[in-house]
């Protein structure tokens, strides 16, 4: 699509077309449907051009699909209506936009076009070329993938149901159904099923029963006629069979359409045949090969077909001596000549060259019959006579094979050279979503959690890989390496992140442990040279244990690299390897241990550091050199040391963690496996279908009053006690709660929503003002309150939090109540980003909870914006500090109470002293001022005989009323519990006077004190291991910005805990996010799009149907702008604040509108740029932006109002340098808040936000809805969107947004005689004509007239400078104080950015 322009679109064939027959703009005047156009314009447009991505974008573009071909399709639909259907749908799902609206939309075409595709795909004719008939097989697929639509899943059902093993020979099904004899009932049932059926019905019940069996040989045949040796291959054959192999990938991958499938798959026989074809030995079978490769792990992977259940190793082995022992009684009955191997055991014959040596041993009819008796053949192969290919069958249905588990374990987590320029595996950044690739898939099923865990370790491995490789490259172009003439590498440049070795040699190789046969630890001393500059010497010398660095051998670069010649052997690229920090050495040649004591300094420049080697690539590399007698050893030709940013080189941890995960017995809560699976009902775990489901709930300070409590649950009816006093807190029981009948039993006998409403008085804590509990003033709605009551049960919450919905409010409440009614669990706090975590923590920490259960880990701690330390070391000074100041307040209580001794000395000492003198005395009382029957207590005795006054004499006197028995009493009884407290918290420290090291507190501090502890994701993976091995327990898990987390970075929080007698704690899960907008952020577009690694567990969950709330109510932005989105979510509304506050109700000054499209033309004849691959630009949109930001300024607008977005990175680095050039300097305008890309800006807001599109030629990601929504909602109160509108406004994913902002004028209309604050209220436009501003250039001379002005008005105009000259790139000053976004920032800098912003209160608080 590169290069086509809007003019070109407009004058293109197609657009001509859609104006006659089907683009919404022209509707009324549409001409009659012509199935004749379909057909021409396939043959011109698609087939002609020889199915150009090009023309197949301009189709997709124009609604061909949803408003012509889809709607008009019938049973006597063309092939070529058929083929544009296929090809449209597959553009979409290469787009990555929604493809099955249409059909869900119109689903009456779809039964008519699913027959005449099933019989396109085994079409035998030359009717389909090749080429069309991989589209069908790609759309397929996708078919096979979307089995959570349901219009899809019934259509396709009977193609992978049981009646499919009718396609087995007899001695195959046979065999089947003594393996799982309850699939007979099943095949009964479809021979009763067929009796039914004739004609027609009977007809297509057979065609399904037989399709993916005849697809499977069709395709066989087809691979068999590729020739082996030089002879050419057609590409569009290897094409085609690669994307067979992907389907067959796919249909293995999931469950419901495995179940069945992999029994058919297996009885042809396919993957031997696969293995043994033609295509896998060539070079053009690359690709091929490796997919090859993950369909036999597929195949043959550890779980129970018929019930799903994963298979032990265990199992897997007996299921495989059962299978050989079979073979040797027939070998003993019918082979005598096998006699040796009918009486050897199973262990002996097994492996696969020594079953090879047996079977080798009979004659062509032997084996043959062999095959036969065993029924290995499929009926088409019955007198097969190839004694290969019976010889690899027998292979492969009984060769011992080595378990996926120990694959792993034996696997290298550092990549190598021959990995990171694979592009099969690591493909380049531009990926378009055409081919097909070797890599796994997240879909929405998982065979096992052992398959969920391994396509997460794969996916992750590759895609870390990608970013080592971009590093690789970038250090070794600034190496710029050249080979002497004595053969010796000599580097020319130099990279800040690597340096040349000067020493490397292997000091340590350990000896295997027991049952292994690597290394049990290999270690290597690397010596460099650091003569560069002192901060860049420091880095090295700060380079930390267990930072994981790369070894490069660069041996013979070309002397002129070609940059689109393979790296490796244009820059003499050998090896690469990886190793792990240990330390740097001493003096001494000792490693010198990190701890509070300052490192030694070392003198001169020379440093080596020791180094872990990994001991699985140790091994290979070895044996590499022994199998290749004597060949080149690895480890001698190392002369590059590299590393990378600590923030980008954690994947080694990560790695290790899932590998533990995977070792490890899992337990995952039984009630959350199968969802985590994708299977079973997806409301199991929602508190509603829990047996252990609380009737009655704690609300604590939820409710602001009994009014808010009564709104809070619209549809039930509230039961309360008349006479008690309706205040805060409230107790509530649902009676719907209580009925322990599933939902399906109700249907008929429905329980009554009815809530019955306890209000009670929180005990008071004391006499002291701050002993007052601090108090929620949200006022949640209907929705929150149904939040926070899901999140308090035990369960599965997911929560949607549309854009300014207050889910942190939300979360922040569930927190707390949790903390309350439950004070013996522990809570774990999970969010993706430090200032998503520090924003939410910093809302816990303002209510009331008690900041010794308190606790951050983790890196970005610093960013609290709070004077107290949440981090480990931080609170453990905190209990030091506090138990010091309760031990005085412990010594003033016993000198108040004329006690002798040293009481406060210790906690221990403390102890005994409340119990022989504080609880004695307190008893004492109690006996004397409590009242019994017939004896009366005088109000004022109970001041009078109060033990403890002298010690509360510092608080607000008199201490007592006097005015009633029942206040004085419940007075007297605050104050000892604010006694009780003392020794209780003291009872809790006393732990820390027994353990003296710091980190032996801070452990403690994890492990036992701490209630509410919080960490990143990121923090969790990193430090799984040492927090299951610390003993570490929790019982709850909230997670914030759940849509914007990793799969893996998801699931492995639930598993920071060892399982207790098998079972894992955890009571709630909380997951917080919105999938509609932008998804975590993967670099590789093929990971992202082929693998779908950009899918989160949130969205994961949504698309399985798992029950969510949806907050409903937003407080961000004005009704306007939230019309702008809230199409895209159900019943989204606004709070009564964005109507009532004082911001909303005033109009925007100077400027006309609240938001506006505002189109913007080429600026002297340019639109777009591209000074870089996708590195998009567009400078008059630059120009304006920046303009209408001066403007602003000028007329009072304060920067920090301000913020600038784009959706390329491109574009924001051209804006930041209009911004330096015409306004940095300027005290009159300053730099705005912020200038970032919107994907960068997700989670933050503005008052004012001018957003830049950039594209001119194709819309480009834009088409990702979900980009859309996080661009339309960071506005409060005004939106001004800089694009060519003609592109964007029939692009039919923005349709629902752009018709909006169409409707008013596609050019700015301004106000400049109206300056900040003004009155004019929001819905009323300023009386005078607005300014129309024609161009860019129309609004550099109005801005430039109007600075004049404000110039002239001001007095003291030195300073103020010239007026805004033209635009000039140049590079920014060392210190800017600018706080922008960028792609090089580092955590602090970002943190300290982010912290910095004005954080508005979205849920109405007032």
């Known amino acids: 699509m590169k290069g086509l322009t809007v003019d070109q679109i407009s004058a293109d064939r197609v657009t001509f077309l859609a104006q006659q027959y089907w683009s919404p703009d022209t509707r009324d005047s549409h001409l009659p449907f012509d199935p004749q156009v379909i057909d021409d314009v396939y043959e011109s447009e698609v087939r002609a051009t020889d199915f150009a991505t090009r023309r197949i974008v301009v189709l997709e573009l124009s609604?061909?699909?949803?408003?012509?071909?889809?709607?008009?399709?019938?049973?006597?639909?063309?092939?070529?209506?058929?083929?544009?259907?296929?090809?449209?749908?597959?553009?979409?799902?290469?787009?990555?936009?929604?493809?099955?609206?249409?059909?869900?939309?119109?689903?009456?075409?779809?039964?008519?076009?699913?027959?005449?595709?099933?019989?396109?795909?085994?079409?035998?004719?030359?009717?389909?070329?090749?080429?069309?008939?991989?589209?069908?097989?790609?759309?397929?697929?996708?078919?096979?993938?979307?089995?959570?639509?349901?219009?899809?899943?019934?259509?396709?059902?009977?193609?992978?149901?049981?009646?499919?093993?009718?396609?087995?020979?007899?001695?195959?099904?046979q065999a089947v159904l003594k393996e799982f004899p309850n699939w007979s009932k099943a095949l009964k049932r479809t021979a009763r099923h067929r009796k039914k059926l004739s004609g027609v019905e009977l007809e297509k019940f057979d065609f399904d029963t037989n399709f993916l069996y005849s697809l499977m040989q069709?395709?066989?045949?087809?691979?068999?006629?590729?020739?082996?040796?030089?002879?050419?291959?057609?590409?569009?054959?290897?094409?085609?069979?690669?994307?067979?192999?992907?389907?067959?990938?796919?249909?293995?991958?999931?469950?419901?359409?495995?179940?069945?499938?992999?029994?058919?798959?297996?009885?042809?026989?396919?993957?031997?045949?696969?293995?043994?074809?033609?295509?896998?030995?060539?070079?053009?079978?690359?690709?091929?090969?490796?997919?090859?490769h993950i369909l036999k792990v597929f195949g043959q992977f550890e779980i129970n077909d018929n019930t799903g259940q994963p298979l032990s190793d265990l199992d897997v082995m007996k299921i495989h001596y059962n299978q050989v022992k079979r073979v040797q009684s027939i070998t003993f009955r019918n082979f005598p000549q096998l006699t040796q191997f009918s009486f050897s055991s199973v262990a002996a014959v097994d492996d696969t060259e020594t079953l090879r040596q047996f079977v080798e041993q009979l004659e062509d009819d032997e084996?043959?019959?062999?095959?036969?008796?065993?029924?290995?053949?499929?009926?088409?192969?019955?007198?097969?006579?190839?004694?290969?290919?019976?010889?690899?069958?027998?292979?492969?249905?009984?060769?011992?094979?080595?378990?996926?588990?120990?694959?792993?374990?034996?696997?290298?987590?550092?990549?190598?050279?021959?990995?990171?320029?694979?592009?099969?595996?690591?493909?380049?950044?531009?990926?378009?979503?055409?081919?097909?690739?070797?890599?796994?898939?997240?879909?929405l099923q998982f065979l096992t959690l052992h398959d969920y865990l391994l396509r997460n370790f794969d996916l992750f491995r590759l895609e870390s890989t990608y970013e080592i490789r971009q590093d690789i490259e970038d250090i070794v172009m600034r190496l710029n390496p050249w080979s002497a003439e004595d053969r010796n590498v000599v580097f020319r440049g130099w990279a800040r992140m690597a340096q040349p070795i000067v020493n490397f040699a292997v000091c340590e190789v350990a000896k295997p442990n027991v049952g292994e046969d690597k290394p049990s630890r290999v270690r290597a001393d690397i010596t460099v040279n650091l003569s560069v500059r002192r901060e860049i010497k420091s880095e090295w010398e700060a380079l930390r244990k267990h930072d994981v660095c790369l070894l490069l051998s660069i041996i013979h670069p070309m002397a002129f690299p070609n940059p689109e010649?393979?790296?490796?052997?244009?820059?003499?690229?050998?090896?690469?390897?990886?190793?792990?920090?240990?330390?740097?050495?001493?003096?001494?040649?000792?490693?010198?241990?990190?701890?509070?004591?300052?490192?030694?300094?070392?003198?001169?420049?020379?440093?080596?550091?020791?180094?872990?080697?990994?001991?699985?690539?140790?091994?290979?590399?070895?044996?590499?050199?022994?199998?290749?007698?004597?060949?080149?050893?690895?480890?001698?030709?190392?002369?590059?040391?590299?590393?990378?940013?600590?923030?980008?080189?954690?994947?080694?941890?990560?790695?290790?963690?899932?590998?533990?995960?995977?070792?490890?017995?899992?337990?995952?809560?039984?009630?959350?496996?199968?969802?985590?699976?994708?299977?079973?009902?997806?409301?199991?775990?929602?508190?509603?279908?829990?047996?252990?489901?609380?009737?009655?709930?704690?609300?604590?300070?939820?409710?602001?009053?009994?009014?808010?409590?009564?709104?809070?649950?619209?549809?039930y009816t509230i039961n309360h006690n008349l006479k008690a006093v309706m205040r805060p807190p409230f107790k509530l029981s649902f009676e719907d709660q209580k009925s322990s009948k599933r939902p399906a039993e109700e249907e008929d006998n429905k329980v009554e929503k009815v809530i019955h409403v306890e209000p009670y008085v929180v005990p008071s804590r004391g006499p002291y003002p701050y002993t007052v509990p601090r108090k929620n003033r949200v006022q949640f709605t209907p929705t929150q309150v149904e939040a926070i009551r899901s999140g308090m049960q035990p369960g599965l919450t997911m929560v949607v939090g549309p854009p300014g919905t207050g889910k942190t409010d939300v979360a922040v409440q569930i927190i707390s109540n949790i903390y309350h009614n439950n004070p013996a669990e522990r809570t774990l706090v999970v969010t993706h980003s430090n200032q998503a975590l520090n924003q939410l923590f910093e809302k816990v920490i303002a209510l009331d909870v008690d900041e010794r259960h308190l606790l951050r880990l983790g890196h970005g701690e610093e960013a609290l914006e709070t004077e107290k330390d949440f981090s480990r070391y931080g609170r453990v000074n905190y209990v030091l500090s506090k138990r010091?100041?309760?031990?005085?307040?412990?010594?003033?209580?016993?000198?108040?109470?004329?006690?002798?001794?040293?009481?406060?000395?210790?906690?221990?000492?403390?102890?005994?002293?409340?119990?022989?003198?504080?609880?004695?005395?307190?008893?004492?009382?109690?006996?004397?001022?409590?009242?019994?029957?017939?004896?009366?207590?005088?109000?004022?005795?109970?001041?009078?005989?109060?033990?403890?006054?002298?010690?509360?004499?510092?608080?607000?006197?008199?201490?007592?009323?006097?005015?009633?028995?029942?206040?004085?009493?419940?007075?007297?009884?605050?104050?000892?519990?604010?006694?009780?407290?003392?020794?209780?918290?003291?009872?809790?420290?006393?732990?820390?006077?027994?353990?003296?090291?710091?980190?032996?507190?801070?452990?403690?501090?994890?492990?036992?004190e701490a209630k509410i502890i919080a960490m990143t994701c990121t923090h969790a993976a990193l430090k799984r291991r040492e927090l299951v091995d610390l003993g570490f327990q929790f019982d709850n898990i909230l997670m914030e910005e759940s849509a914007q987390i990793l799969e893996i970075e998801t699931f492995i929080p639930l598993l920071l805990q060892n399982p207790e007698d098998g079972r894992n704690r955890l009571k709630r899960w909380v997951m917080i996010g919105d999938h509609h907008q932008l998804p975590p952020v993967i670099k590789n577009m093929a990971f992202q799009k082929y693998s779908n690694c950009e899918q989160s567990l949130f969205t994961r969950f949504v698309r399985l149907g798992v029950p969510t709330v949806q907050l409903d109510a937003q407080g961000r932005?004005?009704?306007?702008?939230?019309?702008?989105?809230?199409?895209?979510?159900?019943?989204?509304?606004?709070?009564?604040h964005v109507i009532s506050w004082p911001e909303f109700r005033i109009a925007n000054a100077g400027i006309f509108y609240e938001y506006q499209l505002i189109n913007v033309d080429d600026l002297e004849g340019r639109g777009e740029s591209e000074p870089r691959k996708y590195f998009y630009q567009n400078l008059a949109e630059a120009e304006y932006v920046v303009h209408l930001y001066m403007y602003m300024r000028l007329i009072g607008c304060p920067a920090s109002k301000i913020s600038l977005l784009t959706t390329y990175n491109g574009q924001k680095e051209l804006l930041r340098d209009v911004v330096e050039q015409r306004c940095a300097r300027n005290p009159l305008f300053g730099r705005p808040h912020k200038i970032s890309t919107v994907d960068k800006y997700q989670g933050q807001q503005n008052d004012y936000i001018l957003l830049s599109l950039v594209r001119t030629r194709a819309v480009g990601h834009l088409r990702d809805v979900r980009r859309l929504?996080?661009?339309?909602?960071?506005?409060?109160?005004?939106?001004?969107?800089?694009?060519?509108?003609?592109?964007?406004?029939?692009?039919?994913?923005?349709?629902?947004?752009?018709?909006?902002?169409?409707?008013?004028?596609?050019?700015?209309?301004?106000?400049?005689?109206?300056?900040?604050?003004?009155?004019?209220?929001?819905?009323?436009?300023?009386?005078?004509?607005?300014?129309?501003?024609?161009?860019?250039?129309?609004?550099?001379?109005?801005?430039?007239q109007l600075y004049s002005e404000v110039c002239s008005t001001i007095q003291a105009v030195a300073g103020i400078g010239e007026a805004p000259g033209v635009m000039a790139t140049h590079e920014l000053p060392p210190d800017t104080g600018a706080r922008y976004d960028s792609d090089e920032e580092t955590t602090v800098e970002k943190e300290e950015s982010e912290s910095s912003m004005l954080i508005v209160n979205e849920v109405d608080n007032k």
């Open 565 to 715: 010649g393979y790296f490796p052997d244009e820059w003499g690229i050998r090896y690469i390897r990886g190793c792990e920090v240990e330390g740097m050495l001493d003096e001494n040649g000792r490693v010198i241990e990190e701890g509070p004591e300052p490192k030694p300094e070392l003198k001169g420049e020379t440093r080596t550091f020791r180094v872990w080697l990994d001991c699985n690539q140790y091994k290979i590399d070895m044996d590499n050199i022994k199998s290749n007698d004597g060949g080149e050893d690895v480890y001698e030709t190392f002369n590059v040391l590299m590393r990378r940013k600590p923030k980008e080189n954690n994947f080694k941890a990560v790695l290790e963690t899932i590998r533990d995960l995977m070792n490890t017995k899992c337990v995952v809560p039984d009630w959350l496996l199968d969802i985590i699976l994708g299977y079973g009902d997806p409301g199991a775990a929602h508190y509603s279908h829990r047996e252990n489901a609380l009737a009655t709930l704690d609300f604590n300070d939820t409710f602001l009053g009994f009014d808010h409590l009564k709104k809070s649950f619209p549809g």
């Open 1269 to 1344: 929504v996080v661009a339309m909602s960071r506005a409060r109160l005004g939106l001004y969107i800089f694009a060519r509108v003609s592109l964007f406004k029939n692009c039919y994913e923005l349709q629902p947004a752009f018709s909006i902002l169409a409707k008013r004028p596609l050019q700015l209309h301004l106000a400049p005689w109206e300056y900040i604050p003004t009155d004019r209220p929001y819905t009323q436009l300023p009386q005078d004509k607005p300014v129309v501003v024609k161009d860019v250039t129309h609004m550099s001379s109005l801005v430039h």
């Open 63 to 173: 609604q061909y699909l949803e408003n012509y071909i889809w709607p008009n399709y019938s049973e006597n639909a063309s092939s070529a209506h058929l083929m544009s259907v296929v090809i449209l749908v597959n553009e979409k799902f290469r787009e990555r936009v929604p493809a099955w609206d249409s059909f869900v939309k119109h689903p009456q075409p779809f039964s008519d076009f699913l027959r005449h595709l099933m019989k396109a795909c085994l079409d035998s004719t030359d009717k389909f070329s090749q080429k069309e008939q991989t589209h069908v097989v790609v759309f397929l697929n996708h078919l096979y993938n979307s089995i959570e639509t349901d219009l899809i899943r019934n259509g396709i059902s009977h193609t992978v149901s049981y009646n499919i093993l009718e396609c087995l020979s007899e001695g195959q099904l």
């Open 367 to 443: 084996l043959k019959n062999l095959c036969k008796l065993l029924h290995l053949l499929p009926k088409e192969d019955e007198n097969e006579c190839n004694r290969k290919y019976l010889i690899e069958s027998m292979l492969w249905k009984y060769q011992r094979r080595i378990s996926q588990l120990e694959a792993i374990n034996r696997m290298p987590l550092y990549p190598t050279e021959q990995i990171i320029w694979d592009d099969n595996i690591v493909p380049s950044e531009y990926f378009s979503g055409d081919a097909c690739l070797a890599l796994p898939k997240l879909n």
């Open 884 to 1008: 010091l100041e309760l031990l005085d307040e412990v010594t003033r209580l016993k000198e108040s109470l004329g006690v002798a001794g040293e009481m406060g000395a210790s906690c221990e000492t403390a102890g005994y002293f409340f119990l022989q003198h504080v609880l004695a005395r307190w008893e004492r009382y109690l006996s004397l001022v409590t009242a019994t029957p017939g004896k009366p207590v005088n109000v004022q005795q109970i001041n009078e005989l109060f033990p403890f006054h002298v010690f509360f004499s510092n608080a607000p006197q008199p201490l007592f009323k006097g005015k009633s028995y029942e206040e004085d009493m419940e007075i007297a009884e605050g104050c000892f519990r604010y006694l009780g407290n003392i020794f209780t918290q003291l009872k809790e420290f006393r732990a820390f006077e027994m353990l003296r090291s710091g980190l032996d507190r801070t452990r403690y501090l994890l492990v036992k």
């Open 218 to 292: 069709q395709f066989l045949k087809k691979l068999s006629t590729i020739p082996a040796g030089e002879e050419e291959v057609k590409t569009d054959v290897v094409h085609y069979c690669e994307r067979f192999l992907e389907l067959m990938i796919d249909l293995e991958s999931q469950l419901p359409t495995r179940r069945f499938f992999n029994t058919l798959l297996h009885s042809c026989n396919l993957l031997v045949k696969c293995q043994l074809s033609s295509l896998a030995t060539r070079e053009e079978g690359k690709l091929f090969s490796q997919l090859l």
């Open 1117 to 1136: 932005a004005r009704p306007s702008i939230c019309a702008l989105y809230n199409w895209r979510y159900k019943n989204l509304g606004d709070l009564p």
